[in-house]
């Protein structure tokens, strides 16, 4: 019973993984690459990370989260300072 319950749990883990790796290849292709270079970083290469972590799921949750919680809100305030105010 322990095994099935850690193989259901390895599997649940690594699905939701490869969801939040698609979820964040979306932000990330939804901001320009000017921003993004504004805020020290390569639209590019985190597009590359989070794609060739899909196959790799706990590459791709450990990008994901580097992402949400470091990159994603410094390329935001880039972007919101690159933008004038109508």
């Known amino acids: 019973m322990g095994v099935a319950v850690a193989s ?7 699905i939701g993984a490869v969801v939040l790796a ?3 290849i979306v932000d990330v292709a ?3 690459r000017v921003a993004f270079y504004a805020a020290g970083y390569s639209r590019s290469a ?3 990370v989070l794609g060739a ?3 790799l ?3 791709a949750f450990v990008a994901s989260l580097v992402y949400w919680l470091r990159a994603r ?4 305030r880039a972007e919101r ?6």
Do not use: E, S
């Open 8 to 14: 259901l749990v390895w599997w649940a883990g690594g």
């Open 57 to 59: 799921w706990p590459a």
């Open 30 to 32: 939804d901001h320009t």
């Open 22 to 24: 698609v979820r964040t």
């Open 46 to 48: 985190w597009l590359v």
């Open 73 to 76: 809100p410094r390329v935001v």
């Open 53 to 55: 972590g899909i196959f």
């Open 81 to 86: 300072a690159l933008v004038p105010l109508a």
